[in-house]
């Protein structure tokens, strides 16, 4: 299948027609349990949180376009982070980016400390993180590139190639470039992870996650986990993500063409301090951002001038920016990081890092791009 384009891998691997009745769409196989005809014997399925033909179906179409040879597909980002957890043994040493989703940071601060060591390390300074590696050689290096909320890029090949060099694994949760923009597999990474609530869907109706893998080894590791604890994705869910994948493409190359607009725009307002945006020649990782990544996504940061009070009269007065959590949709949505999906880093954390009150994350959708200007310019106009 690795032949084939991306744009033909969404719309065909996994989505061949039912070959009992030539349905051209998958059917949802909504059960629970199969009959087997004789105690043991069955058709590769016995229990739908251990398989299920529609989900087997995604994540055919998720390891192809991920370059990756295994995929599982999970009930959501989160539960696939849990089982890489649960796979390591205890004690195990784990390095995390220092900039990470919000309930990343939740499930490795306050849920798996009792389990594993963690630390919380700049992943953009190269230097320092192989001197860090070296010395104290960790099972794990865990990155978000580009991070949420700041954008921050790390350097996927280095960070794999150090890790190598200790028999750590690395990990790169890919959520915010999709598998269209970015396969960090093809850069040395063992393990990719992705919200497929986000961009893999598109359409805010899914929480779901998935984790692609080369290794058989690493996979049958954590298949083992997934059907032992047991977060498996529904046959709908399932189904619902092989519909949205279909258009993962055009939908990317719309998010990407309105969010380079949309910066560009900002980065002249008179009302915003700074924009932070991977396709902007002022990002200050650009060209490591050129390397390793097709394009520059749907997700832009920005500094507007002044406090909370000035973010919340925007906030209040954007109306096509839908204000809510999560990203990745076809709508526009806008986040006040602070308050609401980081609320869980401590204040100091936070600001240590660069999330500010004054700081504004949107999710480009794919609407037409002047009426989204239009209606940041009617936020802008409060302010
Ligand atoms: C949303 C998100 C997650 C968590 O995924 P869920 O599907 O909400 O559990 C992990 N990483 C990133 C970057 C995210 O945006």
Redesign the pocket.
Known sequence: MKEMKFETKVIHVGGEPDPTTGAIMPPIYQTSTYVQSSPGEHKGYEYTRSHNPTRTRLEECLASIENANHCLVTA????A?TLIMHMLPKGSKIFCGDD??G??YRLFSKVFPDIHHYQFVDTTNLKKLEEKVMAEKPALIWI?TPT?PLLKISDISAIAAMAKKVGALTVV?N??MSPFFQNPLDHGADIVLH????FINGHSDV???AMMMNSKDLRDKLFFYQNAIGPAASPFDSWLVLRGIKTLAIRMKAHEQNAMKVAAFLEKHPKVEIVVYPGLKSHPQYELGKKQMKGSGGMITFFIKGGLAESRRFLENVKLFALAE??GGVESLVDHPAIMTHASIPKNVREELGIFDNLVRLSVGIEDCDDLIADLEKGFAKV
Not at 195 to 198: D, F, N, R, V, Y
């Open positions: 959501s980002g989160l539960s982070s990470v989703y309930g990343t978000e949420n949760d959520t915010f919200s497929m609530t986000k929480v779901g996650g999560s990203l």
